[in-house]
């Protein structure tokens, strides 16, 4: 059976002390969830000391982004070994909103994943839809493109360090959700892909994400469905409430 994995996305919000602040309750109020993998992002400068506030708890670190190469001439960017020097353990790789503000192709996403895998961080690879490709009856050819553009070259050895969060773009923010039906169907979409690319064993054992305006009122719901393992979650993660609330009850279901 999959273990679901509940990761928060904190994107560009949070000072140092307002990120600890936040997982000094996320740890007093989730230190009884045991099935559950629970992951915090916050933004680069606080990686240090979030993880020197999470150390020793159930909750591991991820970051939001990384770039490909490992050092070099590429002001502003940050690598997958200086990552893993903060004690990250995920890494969020492809969001929409790198997809679409910086203009993130599924080369670039491949790349990252690489040199994530190749650092030892698990990547979170965000695959998903726009609005009007939803509309226009492109869903499946949009995750199908991002899907084995992301993974090309890889190995189903591989596959199993690997989460795919499904985002369909019209809900991030927006405070839309897919049903737990349109979720289930592209999950189960995804899942397909991955047996028919990476064989039986590969498909079953990926464990993928519903990302997209969850929370504590839509988890329960939308974990259990038999192909959701989980959530990438945006603004319920901004607040410990919401997020305990939000991993209790994934973790019930």
Known sequence: MRKKIIAGNWKMNKTITEALDLVRALTLGLKDVKDVDIVVCPVFTALHSVHQAIDGS???LGAQNLFWEEKGAFTGEISAPMLKDTHCEYVIIGHSERRTIFKETNEQVNRKIKAALKAGLLPIVC???RLEERENNRTFDVIKDHVHGALEGLSADNLANIIIAYEPVWAIGTGRTATPAQAQEVHAFIRGLIRDAFGADAGQRLRIQYGGSV?????????????????LVGGASLKAESFIQLVKLSSST
Request: charge should be negative.
């Open 58 to 60: 159930n909750i591991m």
């Open 127 to 129: 695959v998903g839809e």
């Open 215 to 231: 929370t504590p009122e839509n988890i329960a719901s939308l974990s259990a469905q038999p192909d959701i393992d989980g959530a």
